[in-house]
């Protein structure tokens, strides 16, 4: 890139009308939902008895009855083509970590000339996509191309907009011809109904009949960034791999915080209605907005909803937030770690619980209650503890890897914050009883009054992974480009688990109140003893935690390869095959694509560095270096001194350079044609050093690419 194209395209960012569509047109309570085949949409459409058996699938997890598909499909059908769609397409998650869709128009000829629309019940529950293209980790052949989407009726169907159309999205499941599943839903679903089974049975045990289902939630909380298109396409590092792999930080970037909460840039913010607007159309509550830590980065949050739907919206929120950024010129990064020095991007994922409608992650009100909360405490420190190399390992990822362990992220190393409240408690618990600190009766679990909680029974730490925050738990590792599904398949399986081995120890006594309180009481130590370890408080950034979780036995898995490894494992095939939530086939499927998907990523970079160094780093270099010597040389024709000794000294330092960098190239080179990754790694962050001290010593109107200073402050 040129010196006038580079200034160009910072002048066409600047001198930018804003956008003349943005606004909310109509009320929100006319536009919320209108594009999602929501429970009110099948009302209008279905027959009573059809709703009523479907509304049953959808709210209390029956089997789907085979001879209403064809009723349902003509009412999706009938209502989609209402909103302008002609064709639908089967939505769904493979292990990309993205969504996939293949459109088929709803038009069939009719033998006289004319077209039809159509869409059958069997088009509705089932399609057929070419499995043999997606990652599958070797449970599909490349000649073995069947592969299958199932409607998932628990997640609506919705509409997708574009300004010549729209297109019926299905959400659906995605397995092979064999059954396994080649999805990321098929396991959150299963580890759904595992929890539901586990929970139901646990709280039996305490006298407790659910009706319906056990009910997982998620609040997910999404970071991003926002970039000019001009610059961003002036980045061939952005463009292809979504972070930066050169750039030195400015002078000012996020020290003084004022980018944090503080008003949003009038650009930005037409931006972020838009958002808003389309996915309250989609049914999606996105809730909160503001401003993040580092310049032009940000948040969208949205409320609880039960866990399948959040999973799905969350996707539906990304690929929102870039179709709307590109109409407004920005383009949207949902990288971990775009920017080096400043702070990266995350999805904080707030987890909970429900039976009845009453959230199990509430202290509650009486006795009864508190014992089932501090049950369900236990059982979750003691699922973490026992599987926390899993739980590292389903935030494993290329980009993760610059993220955690910085001092925005919390470190690798999963600990649990519970508040000095509830660790107070826990501890009088394993002592056998005690005082509470707010009430004079001996802890007994199950019996005495237990002491009453505040709203807010905890501080808030950001530093911990997991962490306690009043009524769920918040997992902050998750990266901000990753599906939340896998945590929370993970998620729901430990915690079914641990919930599995205290109801079969308390059934042995359930007829017995005296027995079975004692037993409790027995159970909840044992657990607090053995697995208290995973509970800290503390600063998880400091030097000092890391030391103290090596002494107290916690793994600390800092990048990926070694956090995939625990998914390779006996105990992980066991947890996740016990509750048939993933084959031992279909976990080690994962573990190949996510370790391959890693190696691809780092090999991209790899030879994105090297290419960059080579053909627009070096030359403007050493160009930069010629012109210094032309000066030397016209210094010294004409018998002048001054200067000479500084522009000698700043010559020699650029050639030193330019020699470190063709010697690190040619490393990088060679194992890049070795697929060694640890070197790849290692000599990308030696030129991406060589080549910022460059940054800061070339001429600026020659440098080729957009600066740091640019990307992050000219929206």
């Known amino acids: 890139m040129s010196k006038n194209q580079r200034a160009a395209a910072i002048i066409n960012v600047v001198s930018k009308k804003l956008s003349e569509q943005s606004g909310y047109g109509r009320f929100v309570s006319e536009i919320y939902g209108e594009d999602v085949f929501s429970l009110r949409a099948m009302k209008d459409y279905l027959p009573k008895p059809i709703y009523q058996s479907l509304l049953a699938t959808i709210r209390r997890g029956e089997s789907l009855k085979h001879d209403i598909a064809d009723e349902v499909a003509n009412a999706m059908k009938r209502w989609a083509i209402s909103k302008g769609a002609t064709h639908y397409t089967h939505w769904f998650q493979p292990l990309t970590g993205t969504t996939a869709e293949k459109h088929d128009s709803f038009i069939v000829p009719d033998n006289e000339g004319g077209v039809i629309m159509d869409f059958s019940g069997e088009t509705l529950t089932r399609g057929e996509p070419d499995a043999s293209s997606f990652p599958s980790g070797g449970i599909r052949a490349t000649f073995e191309a069947r592969g299958y989407t199932a409607w998932d009726p628990t997640s609506p169907a919705f509409i997708k907009r574009t300004d010549k159309g729209s297109i019926l999205c299905i959400p659906t499941a995605f397995y092979s011809y064999t059954g396994e599943a080649l999805d990321k839903k098929i396991p959150l679903l299963r ?7 586990q929970t139901k049975r646990l709280l039996a045990c305490f006298g407790e009949q659910v009706d319906g289902r056990i009910i997982t939630t998620l609040g997910a909380e999404q970071e991003y960034f926002l970039v000019d298109k001009e610059l961003y396409y002036a980045r061939p590092d952005l463009l292809h791999c979504g972070r930066t792999l050169f750039g030195t930080l400015p002078a000012k970037h996020q020290q003084l915080e004022d980018h944090y909460f503080g008003a949003i840039k009038t650009r930005v913010l037409n931006f972020m209605i838009d958002v808003d607007r389309e996915l309250w159309r989609l049914g999606i509550p996105a809730k909160t907005r503001h401003n993040e ?11 609880f909803e039960e866990l399948n739907l959040a999973v799905d919206h969350n996707m539906q929120i990304m690929e929102t937030l870039k179709d709307t950024a590109n109409k407004h010129g920005f383009v949207c990064l949902l990288h971990e770690k775009p920017f080096l020095g400043v702070n990266g991007s995350g999805k904080h ?3 909970s619980i429900a039976a009845n409608g009453i959230n199990l992650l509430n202290p509650g009100k009486n006795p009864h209650e508190n014992a089932i909360f501090m049950t369900v405490l236990c059982a979750i420190i003691k699922a973490i503890d026992t599987h926390a190399d899993i739980l590292r390992a389903t935030v494993a990822k290329a980009g993760n890897d610059h993220r955690l362990g910085a001092n925005e ?16 408690l826990i501890n009088q618990i394993e002592n056998g009883g005690g005082k509470s600190a707010k009430a004079s009766e001996v802890i007994k679990i199950g019996v005495d009054t237990f002491p009453p909680l505040p709203k807010d029974a905890t ?9 306690f925050t009043g009524n769920k738990f918040e997992f902050r590792a998750v ?6 599904a896998n945590p929370n398949t993970a998620l729901n399986t430990m915690v079914a688990e641990a919930f599995d081995e205290i109801a079969t120890e308390l059934e042995k006594d359930k007829g017995d109140k005296k027995k079975f309180n004692a037993s409790l009481q027995v159970i909840l130590k044992g657990i607090i003893k053995k697995h208290k370890r995973i509970i800290f408080n503390g600063d998880n950034y400091t030097k000092e ?19 995939l490894d625990a998914m390779a494992t006996h105990k992980a095939e066991e947890l996740f095959s016990k509750y048939k939530v993933l084959s031992k086939v279909e976990l080690h499927s994962r573990y190949e694509v996510f370790k391959e998907e890693y190696g691809k990523n780092i090999l991209i970079e790899g030879n994105l560095v090297y290419d960059i160094a080579k053909v627009m780093i070096q030359p403007c270099v050493i160009k930069y270096q010629n012109m210094l010597l032309d000066n030397l040389v016209k210094q010294k024709a004409a018998g002048v001194e001054a200067g000479v000794e500084t522009i000698t000294k700043k010559v020699n330092e650029i050639g030193a350079l330019i020699n ?5 190239l040619t490393v990088l080179k060679t194992n890049i044609l070795k697929s060694n990754l640890a070197k790849i790694i290692e000599y990308m962050f030696k030129l991406r050093t060589s080549v910022d001290l460059l940054e800061s010593l070339v001429d600026d109107e020659l440098w080729p690419m957009p600066k740091y200073s640019e990307l992050l402050f000219i929206l």
């Open 191 to 197: 580890s759904m109904q595992a929890i539901d089974e």
């Open 293 to 303: 830590v580092a310049p032009s980065q940000f948040e969208i949050a949205s409320q």
């Open 349 to 351: 994922n707030n987890w």
């Open 409 to 424: 992220a919390p470190p690798a190393i999963i600990s649990i914050f519970l508040g000095d409240q509830l660790t107070e």
């Open 459 to 467: 501080d808030r730490n950001r530093t911990s992974p997991f962490a």
């Open 479 to 484: 990266g901000s480009s990753q599906n939340c």
């Open 545 to 563: 935690w890391q030391k103290e979780a090596e002494r107290r036995g916690l793994p600390n898995l800092k990048n990926t390869p070694e956090a």
């Open 660 to 664: 470190r960098l063709e010697d690190d």
